[in-house]
């Protein structure tokens, strides 16, 4: 009898169970997600002109929360000289998270992630490892991520303007692949050379800054290059976790 009671309970509760976290959820209470940042390239990735191959390392990256998309930079637009700049050439987005911090206040949440999992400290991801990190969003928030394509002069990785759904028109939390929605933008400040040998890329260059400026735009990369799909370097992931106290 009692056996059957708690059974009966228990099956009420795993009904009611959707139904009230969809309640918590629209109240607006936040939400902790884990972002997994995880580089699949291999040492063959990039396939040189010079017959030979090489990998695909990515930077340390940056990340917002907003409540209105992509804050950090408008494709067809020159650089706003805040520091991505410093992101796509160099692979140090230091410079940007300063300003968004003393700056962007339409930015809820914001950091940079730079010691890849495992590591003791800061470097870029290379083929197998990952950054991986939590962050707090509401309903509604979005999820920017950017990060330098390592063997370039000023490509990166980020979404386009909307940014990156976390929740969905019920204010679910979402748990999904999102590698789709990133593409390989060039920042427009300093001209491309070949990807992987270009003596001005980060892995090559004297120091930091030292390329032909371009004064371009920000756009999709467009050139006479070849550069593998977002898919073969990187795969990002959001997964919630729990909920956190009420805004």
Same mark, same amino acid.
């Given at each position: ?8 309970? *228990? ?10 976290? *969809? ?8 939400? !902790?997600?884990?972002?997994?940042? /995880?580089?699949? +390239? !291999?040492?063959?990735? $990039? ?11 990515? *930077? ?56 890849? +999992? ?36 000023? $490509? ?9 759904? $976390? ?22 400040? /300093? ?22 400026? /371009? ?16 898919? /073969? ?11 956190? *106290?009420?805004?």
């Amino acid at each position: 009898m009692i056996s059957s009671r708690l059974a009966r309970i *228990a099956a009420v509760s795993i009904a009611l169970a959707p139904a009230s976290l *969809a309640a918590q959820y629209s109240a607006g209470r936040e939400v !902790t997600f884990t972002i997994r940042v /995880e580089n699949v +390239s !291999t040492p063959r990735t $990039l396939k040189l002109s010079n017959g030979q191959t090489a990998p695909a390392p990515t *930077a340390p990256l940056l990340w917002t929360i907003t409540d209105e998309g992509n804050p950090l930079f408008t494709p067809g637009q020159a650089d706003r000289g805040q520091g991505l700049e410093r992101l796509a050439e160099d692979g140090n987005p230091g410079v940007l998270a300063d300003y968004i911090v003393q700056n962007m206040k339409s930015v809820v949440h914001s950091g940079v992630v730079t010691v890849p +999992s495992g590591d003791n400290g800061p470097g870029p991801i290379t083929p197998g490892k990952a950054y991986e990190f939590t962050i707090s969003a509401a309903p509604g928030q979005r999820l920017t991520l950017a990060m330098m394509f390592g063997q370039s002069n000023d $490509l990166f990785y980020a979404p386009g303007p909307k940014a990156i759904a $976390l929740f969905d028109a019920k204010g679910k939390p979402l748990a999904v692949d999102v590698t789709s929605q990133l593409q390989l933008w060039d920042t427009g400040t /300093e001209v491309n050379e070949e990807p992987g040998l270009g003596p001005n890329q980060a892995p090559r260059q004297a120091a930091p800054n030292t390329g032909l400026a /371009e004064h371009g735009k920000v756009m999709l990369v467009n050139d006479r290059y070849h550069y593998p799909s977002v898919g /073969e370097v990187v795969r990002v992931s959001v997964k919630p976790s729990m909920t956190t *106290a009420a805004k």
